[in-house]
């Protein structure tokens, strides 16, 4: 997403993106929310006591909360966020590994 865009229109490029992806059938995975360790300790807080408490229901307002999260706790530094998650996404086409067939 473009994270400088603090516009009414922010999280539209990355909702597009992943609706996309999940009308063409691939399965959307999300990591819990990440905190730089130079970004504001309190946000640092506030994300790990809350690492999985997300909006999946709802992929644009579970960006939007990245952009709140960043303008309730902003960066100290010189980058424009703070905080992330990482997603992927796997294709329901995927060749998946079998399980394995003996015990350990």
């Not at 603090?6 to 399965?27: P, Q, R, V």
């Not at 929310?33 to 690492?51: M, W």
């Amino acid at each position: 997403d473009k994270m400088n865009n603090y516009t009414s229109n922010k999280c539209e490029e990355s909702f597009s993106f992943l609706s996309n992806l999940h009308n063409a059938g691939y399965i959307i995975f999300a990591a819990p929310i990440e905190a730089h360790p130079r970004s504001d300790p309190e946000g640092r807080e506030q994300t790990a006591a809350n690492k999985l408490n997300r909006r999946f229901d709802d992929l644009k307002e579970d960006c939007l909360d990245l952009h709140r999260l960043e303008q309730k706790y902003p960066s100290k530094t010189d980058w424009s966020m703070g905080y992330w998650t990482d997603i992927f996404a796997v294709s329901p086409d995927a060749p998946l590994p079998s399980l394995p067939q003996h015990d350990l």
